[in-house]
């Protein structure tokens, strides 16, 4: 059926589709009739950072930067689906056009830059939650606030989002903010996650209850940059990495007409950079942090090569886009097979 969809959702102009199929998925979920774009997945629970994953797939943040939708695409199998990224006061992100196909290589170049109606928005959808499975609620900073004060904008959605996220995700890794990727380097990330660190703590003892907190990293740094951020994250006792975020590179996709367009670029083209990141944590992280692996995840296979890499679970976007649902049971399926 999927298929069928996909045919007309890809005649339009990629934002317009996004936003039709969100809405068209909602009202299939109020109508419960979801069960017929997707077939039922499997349990398969997993624990990770102390919390009980009903599987290992999840749906990175990006597609549902609201919360508007999320109930509705955990219906689809997802053991996980993160919301966001979501900034303390509502923006409108870059100019259109911002999303762009590159259908040749099951790839998409984004340079939305984190178009978002606010955290306020977000945590009125999250109160009315119906999904089961786990939450994680993904944070930036507004594109108007200086990097040097951007401390203060994870803090505001850290205490806005605490009690209703199951994990939060700290975003230093889009390309689309001016500046954001300095963050995740030296002196900027240990300033920067050691005041997200004492905010949590402070949440934490606030609320008697602890939210883990991870970080998502990009894809473009070299292996002592990749080593560096991992010991900063233990050494501050974060609770996670996500890696990868877009990549700013092109390798693979030059002969793609559009591959000129600035942003990030995700799907298949970036599966074998993201493997390899997940590899060198794993190397420096020797199980001190669990990693959730995401980048070009297209296949049941593709999936497995994350966990081989040394991820504790998946994250799909790109693919999802491509392949539909079908996607979900078939990850979770191969994954379900390692017992």
Do not use: W
């Not at 509502?90 to 040749?104: C, S, Y």
């Not at 609770?239 to 793609?256: L, M, Q, S, Y």
Request: with cysteine; aromatic share 6%.
């Amino acid at each position: 059926m999927y298929s069928a969809i996909r045919k007309v959702l890809f005649a339009l102009n990629p934002e317009s589709s996004h936003e039709i199929s969100l809405e068209c998925l909602g009202a299939a979920h109020r109508l419960k009739v979801t069960g017929l774009l997707a077939k039922s997945v499997q349990d398969n629970p997993v624990e990770v950072m102390g919390l009980k994953f009903p599987n290992p797939v999840g749906l990175a943040a990006g597609l549902d930067k609201n919360g508007d939708y999320f109930n509705a695409l955990g219906s689809l199998g997802f053991g996980f689906v993160e919301i966001g990224t979501i900034t303390p006061v509502a923006q409108p992100g870059n100019p259109k056009p911002r999303l762009f196909r590159l259908e040749g290589h099951n790839a998409i170049i984004n340079r939305m830059g984190f178009n978002n109606k606010g955290v306020e928005h977000l945590v009125e959808q999250v109160k009315k939650r119906t999904y089961n499975g786990i939450l994680g609620i993904n944070i930036g900073k507004n594109a108007k606030t200086p990097v040097e004060n951007a401390l203060e904008d994870y803090r505001i959605c850290m205490q806005k989002v605490y009690l209703y996220a199951d994990y939060i995700t700290v975003n230093v890794s889009s390309p689309n903010t001016p500046g954001l990727r300095n963050l995740q380097f030296g002196e900027s990330l240990t300033a920067l996650l050691s005041g997200i660190k004492k905010q949590q703590k402070d949440l934490a003892e606030m609320h008697g209850k602890y939210v883990p907190v991870v970080v998502k990293i990009a894809p473009d740094m070299d292996e002592n940059a990749i080593k560096e951020v991992a010991e900063t994250l233990v050494a501050i006792g974060l609770d996670g990495v996500i890696a990868t975020n877009t990549t700013i590179g092109r390798e693979g996709v030059e002969a793609d007409a559009q591959h000129e367009e600035a942003g990030g670029l995700s799907g298949s083209p970036v599966r074998d950079k993201s493997t390899q990141v997940i590899k060198q944590l794993a190397e420096v992280l020797q199980g001190r942090l669990p990693i959730i692996g995401v980048g070009g995840i297209d296949s049941g296979a593709a999936a497995m090569e994350k966990i081989d890499a040394g991820a504790s679970l998946i994250q799909v976007y790109s693919g999802f886009i491509y392949r539909g649902p079908s996607l979900v049971k078939e990850c979770a399926d191969v994954l379900a097979e390692l017992g």
